[in-house]
């Protein structure tokens, strides 16, 4: 089979899963569950087939494939056009593959949930958009799939929708990323404003030989940046993913975990010619990231809700990313993407294990002593734990440790940044290891005595990931480990080449020309696994030695309370922006439309009753005065005609 | 210039096409039954008839013969639905006087 064939098949099949789910769910019951599951499976398979088909090793130039012309209007040509390259291969390989084994996950998760064909059909409609988003080949079939992704997470987010957190969670990711929208389309209009083309080709190849674009690009980067803060959650639209935990569980793993928040990431990389080109940009996201992850960390430490945790953490690690990308180390950034979705998908999964079989317990308070019953939960969850930490071999080590070294070579301001968020990461994910698996069980007593490992169903893709995030890290190994592996970079550099030959015509230095020696790159990497490694004991100290249990988020007083409310931002963001612009919405209904609008089209309505009332007298009912009116008429134009000589 | 049709002048065809036309107009105005308008209204369409026949055979030329064809299948289906529509008018209202029908009235 040929790429051109298999690619539009891969993403056309979630389509179909979420058409049938979506349409014949009602008579299809349990089944639209293994159905949207295979359509995934197979997904996977094929994108597993192109993959090798590509020849990603050896091969420099993308594979564009065209499914049919899409917009022509004036001087506009889109094509709904997949750009097949090392970079959307390898994004469609972590979301099918991932995304697979979170349907599969799901069957088991959702069992009982009225909702549950409904459920699929959303996940599958997921799966496509972002299918979309990853392999367009130009930036409106890529803000389809972006657009896409949005509308999916507030489905999904708002899922439990006769709840009114989870709708309100929903309608608020929706809005946030709206925000971030409003950037990326000016980013786009900015783009064929300036390049009258919206493909990455042909915009990756304007920026040397069109001077005006090349002059606006810094402000390009910007737009397109301000998208990708609203999709990857970072400061300050960062908001709308801690309450995205209100949708359930698995959909933390696919959405906020795995896929949709790293499509800023990816958006980064793809547009990396611009990105370089642009490297005041880069200084920006490099230090939104950095202060994101920080921020986000400082957050996690605090927090009694198991999902809470892991939103910041995952904000936080995504900061990460963004630091590495913003660096110009775009290898790394989408090295720790990988091995982030790895090892969060596994986290989110392994507490959604947990909240089933403790029947919707989600406060850490509430747990304690699961490791006995729960081995399977247990041993998978250590494993991510140790993956997010950054504790070797597991993949998270190597993969924020790569970031940690280029953001040294960066500045050491970051780097200071980067190495405390480590510690706290270190710390919060044990101190939730520990208060769900070890010590004395504070379960409450009716919900103990229903206490079982999740089923097969879930605790398969459990092990998989775990797998994943053990092994992962060796596709990049730093130079004193049997001499340095660089799989990732060998393989992502024909992506990149081009936009750094871009960026040297024009900025003359690039932005990723730092490398690292081999003895430094020892000292950094002693650090961080020190700093690991303390911020775990600092954890089993107070929560397995101490048998501390965290007190109650509102008798946190001082700096505590502050991090416990989150820096008060959504609280910030009620009071200075959405108060006033409700007060704005009531006065403008309650003063200008009734006093103004509703008159003017109350009047309109008055003039129309009041012509009709005389107009209607006309209408008699009897059929001879019609007659005589036609025949009267008749005459009178008849006799017009004549006299005017025809 | 004047038309003959076997030695009779055109105008007289026409004059008698005028006053069966008038008398229909009239019979349309005036009756208060449907019926009545009904057969006024076929003779409007014969002395239409008779105009396009009398002009097809003085000029020669077919196509008039053709309309009147036209004309009088339509004439035939419009009775037939009339005078149906008439008959169910006149089991609900017990009358076929037109000026009696006037339900649609605002």
Redesign the interface.
């Known amino acids: 089979m040929e790429i051109s064939v298999l690619i539009p098949t891969l993403v056309a099949l979630p389509l179909i899963g979420f058409l049938v789910s979506g349409l014949f769910g009602k008579w299809l019951k349990g089944f639209t569950g293994i159905f949207s599951t295979a359509v995934v499976f197979i997904s996977f398979g094929l994108a597993l087939v192109s993959f090798f088909l590509f020849h990603p090793m050896e091969r420099s130039i993308p594979e564009i494939v065209t499914v049919f012309p899409w917009i022509e209007a004036g001087g506009i040509k889109v094509s709904l056009a997949y750009q097949v390259d090392q970079l959307s291969l390898y994004m469609i390989l972590i979301i099918t593959g991932i995304g697979a084994l979170i349907h599969l996950y799901s069957i088991g998760y959702m069992k009982e949930d009225p909702g549950f064909t409904r459920y699929f059909a959303y996940l599958n409609l997921f799966i496509f958009s972002m299918l979309n988003l990853v392999l367009a080949e130009n930036l409106i079939l890529l803000f389809l799939g972006w657009e896409g992704v949005g509308l999916c997470s507030y489905l999904l987010i708002g899922f439990d929708y006769h709840k009114d957190s989870a709708a309100n969670a929903g309608m608020k990711a929706f809005i946030t990323n709206r925000i971030g929208d409003l950037g990326m389309l000016l980013g786009i209009s900015l783009v064929y404003w300036y390049t009258g083309s919206v493909s990455f080709t042909a915009i990756a190849e304007a920026i040397p030989e069109v001077p005006s674009f090349r002059y606006i690009l810094p402000l390009v980067g910007i737009c397109f940046f301000i998208g990708a803060i609203g999709k990857s959650a970072q400061l300050p639209l960062h908001v709308w993913l801690p309450d995205a935990m209100a949708g359930p569980t698995p959909v933390s793993a696919l959405i906020h975990a795995a896929t949709m928040v790293t499509a800023g990431i990816f958006l980064i990389a793809r547009l990396n010619p611009i990105f370089l080109s642009a490297p005041q940009v880069g200084h920006w996201i490099v230090i939104i990231g950095s202060v994101t992850a920080f921020f986000a960390a400082t957050v996690g430490l605090f927090q009694n809700d198991i999902k809470k945790v892991l939103a910041y953490s995952t904000v936080s690690q995504l900061g990460y990313m963004f630091v590495a990308m913003g660096a110009g180390a775009y290898v790394a950034g989408l090295f720790h993407l990988m091995t982030h979705a790895f090892f969060k998908a596994l986290l989110f999964l392994g507490s959604g294990s947990v909240i089933h079989a403790l029947h919707h317990e989600q406060d850490l308070r509430n747990m304690g002593g699961l490791k006995k019953q729960m081995k399977i939960t247990w041993i998978t969850f250590l494993i991510g734990s140790l993956a997010i930490s950054g504790i070797p071999p597991f993949s998270g080590f190597f993969s924020k440790d790569l970031i940690l070294e280029k953001s040294y070579a960066y500045g050491t301001l970051f780097y200071g940044l980067g190495i405390v968020t480590a510690l706290m990461t270190a710390f919060y994910m044990f101190r939730m290891t520990y208060l769900a698996f070890y010590g004395e069980s504070r379960v409450s007593s009716h919900k103990a005595t229903h206490l079982h490992e999740s089923p097969l169903v879930m605790t398969i893709p459990l092990v998989i990931l775990s797998i994943g995030a053990a092994i992962t890290g060796f596709l990049e190994v730093p130079h004193f480990l049997f001499g340095g592996v660089d799989v990732l970079s060998r393989y992502f550099a024909p992506v990149f080449l081009r936009g750094i030959e871009i960026s040297q015509m024009i900025v003359k230095q690039p932005l990723d020309a730092h490398e690292t020696g081999a003895t430094l790159e020892l000292i950094l990497v002693g650090v961080s696994v020190a700093i690991a490694l303390s911020g775990i004991f600092i954890a089993r100290m107070i929560f397995v030695s101490g048998k501390n249990v965290p007190d109650a988020e509102e008798s946190h007083t001082g700096a505590k309370r502050i991090l416990s409310k989150k820096y008060y931002v959504d609280e910030f963001y009620h009071g200075f922006i959405i108060e006033p612009i409700v007060l704005l919405g009531k006065f403008l209904a309650d003063h200008v439309e009734k006093n103004f609008l509703d008159l003017m089209l109350r009047g309109t309505g008055r003039v129309a009753v009041a012509i009709s009332l005389v107009l209607?007298r006309v209408?008699?009912?009897?059929?001879?005065d019609y007659?005589?009116l036609i025949?009267f008429g008749t005459v009178i134009i008849l006799s017009l005609f004549l006299l005017r000589g025809l | 210039m004047s038309l003959w049709i076997s030695g009779i002048p055109v105008e007289y065809f026409l004059i008698l096409a005028m006053i069966t036309f008038t008398i229909g107009v009239a019979g349309v105005l005036v009756r208060r039954s449907a019926v009545l308008i009904f057969m006024s209204i076929e003779l409007i369409l014969n002395s239409v008839n008779l105009v396009f026949v009398t002009f097809s055979k003085a000029l020669h030329q077919v196509d008039g013969e053709v309309v009147v064809f036209f004309v009088m299948a339509i004439a035939a289906s419009e009775a037939a639905i009339g005078l149906a529509i008439v008959i169910a008018i006149h089991r609900i209202k017990k009358t076929s006087f037109v000026d009696e029908m006037n339900l649609m009235k605002w």
């Open positions: 209607r209408q008699t009912g009897i059929v001879v007659a005589i025949v």
